[in-house]
């Protein structure tokens, strides 16, 4: 269940041709308050019974480096199964050094094996992330580069899920994208290279790269040379998720959590992404139907509103 506030006070919607209605209203304001407010922080304190600034300490250099690692090897993961569920039409040549897909000719049967050995709904996503933060708490950082790829993928299917209940057609690469996207709007701080944590900054950031990745995933004529438009799309996303997962990390860190606190603590880190994810692709299915400046403007003036409250 997404912790998405479900308050029923309004926010004047700008005045136009166009106007949203009351429920759409109402769903762009869970949005804002879920976007603007991720509080991960928090969620990770309480699943590991620690106070918020040991969540928050630095870590060691030699743990930040593994980290790192594991969070861009969790992102090539990421976009080879968001491409690979793509139709066979739009595959394009496997470029050299990010393995997309298991095999280009074959892609339809790569995605549906995926889909019966990956569960489909939120909870049992969340079970089996918590299996896999058991595996971690009770291991600790061994266990990293192997637990995050497969959470990440887990995490994946669910915003896909997400997507999909939002309207969302992910055959179209640019949608399918978007998904790997949401990776990327629940850090904050200045340590990444995105400094900018509102919503629409990190949009705004993200969107000559995934433009230029989604351009390449969808034209077989491309060749392997535009690869780094999806090495540098995943760079980014990974550049913000690593804040992240850097505070999970540090949650499983906590002495004695063991692997009870570490399913609690992935469990909590899967809540976070289904609620960035619908509140992302609710944003996005506004601007289907209202146009993107009215909702822009509907959702500075719900940010603002929020803020002064």
């Given at each position: 269940?997404?912790?998405?506030?479900?308050?029923?006070?309004?926010v004047?919607?700008?005045?136009g041709?166009?106007?949203?209605?009351?429920?759409?209203?109402?769903?762009?304001r869970?949005?804002?308050?879920?976007?603007?407010?991720p509080?991960?922080?928090?969620?990770?304190s309480?699943a590991?019974?620690?106070?918020?600034d040991?969540i928050?300490?630095?870590l060691?250099?030699?743990?930040?480096g593994?980290?790192?690692?594991?969070?861009?090897?969790?992102m090539?993961?990421?976009?080879?199964?968001?491409l690979?569920?793509?139709p066979?039409?739009?595959?394009t040549?496997?470029?050299?050094?990010?393995?997309?897909?298991?095999t280009?000719?074959?892609?339809?049967?790569?995605a549906?094996?995926?889909?019966?050995m990956?569960?489909?709904?939120?909870?049992?996503h969340?079970?089996?992330?918590?299996?896999?933060?058991a595996?971690?708490?009770?291991f600790?950082?061994?266990?990293?580069?192997?637990e995050?790829?497969l959470?990440?993928?887990?995490?994946?299917?669910?915003i896909?899920?997400?997507?999909r209940?939002?309207?969302?057609?992910?055959?179209?690469?640019e949608?399918?994208?978007?998904?790997v996207?949401?990776?990327?709007l629940?850090?904050?701080g200045?340590?990444?290279?995105?400094t900018?944590?509102?919503?629409?900054?990190?949009?705004?950031?993200l969107?000559?790269?995934?433009?230029?990745?989604?351009?390449?995933?969808?034209n077989?004529?491309?060749l392997?040379e535009?690869?780094?438009?999806?090495i540098?799309?995943?760079?980014?996303?990974?550049?913000r998720?690593?804040?992240v997962?850097?505070?999970?990390?540090?949650?499983?860190?906590?002495?004695?959590?063991?692997?009870?606190?570490?399913?609690?603590?992935?469990?909590?880190?899967?809540?976070?992404?289904?609620?960035?994810?619908?509140?992302?692709?609710?944003?996005?299915?506004?601007?289907?139907?209202?146009?993107?400046?009215?909702?822009?403007?509907?959702?500075?003036?719900?940010?603002?509103?929020?803020a002064?409250?």
């Amino acid at each position: 269940m997404s912790p998405v506030d479900t308050s029923s006070d309004t926010v004047p919607v700008p005045a136009g041709d166009a106007a949203l209605s009351d429920a759409d209203a109402a769903a762009l304001r869970r949005a804002v308050r879920t976007l603007e407010n991720p509080g991960l922080a928090a969620r990770l304190s309480a699943a590991a019974g620690a106070p918020l600034d040991m969540i928050g300490r630095a870590l060691p250099e030699a743990v930040t480096g593994a980290v790192s690692r594991a969070t861009e090897g969790a992102m090539h993961t990421a976009l080879r199964v968001a491409l690979a569920t793509l139709p066979e039409a739009q595959k394009t040549l496997v470029p050299a050094g990010i393995d997309l897909v298991d095999t280009v000719a074959a892609p339809s049967s790569t995605a549906r094996r995926l889909g019966r050995m990956l569960p489909s709904s939120d909870f049992a996503h969340k079970a089996m992330a918590a299996v896999s933060g058991a595996v971690g708490g009770a291991f600790g950082l061994a266990t990293l580069a192997v637990e995050l790829p497969l959470s990440t993928t887990l995490m994946l299917r669910s915003i896909a899920g997400i997507a999909r209940e939002e309207g969302e057609d992910l055959a179209d690469p640019e949608n399918a994208l978007a998904c790997v996207q949401v990776f990327a709007l629940g850090g904050r701080g200045s340590e990444t290279p995105l400094t900018e944590s509102g919503y629409f900054a990190v949009r705004a950031a993200l969107a000559k790269t995934m433009a230029e990745a989604a351009r390449y995933a969808g034209n077989r004529a491309l060749l392997d040379e535009a690869a780094p438009a999806l090495i540098r799309f995943s760079a980014q996303i990974a550049a913000r998720f690593g804040v992240v997962v850097s505070q999970k990390v540090a949650a499983q860190a906590v002495p004695i959590l063991g692997a009870v606190g570490g399913a609690a603590v992935n469990a909590a880190f899967m809540d976070h992404f289904q609620a960035m994810a619908r509140a992302h692709f609710t944003v996005r299915r506004l601007e289907r139907t209202y146009g993107a400046a009215l909702v822009r403007t509907a959702y500075e003036a719900e940010k603002s509103a929020t803020a002064a409250a």
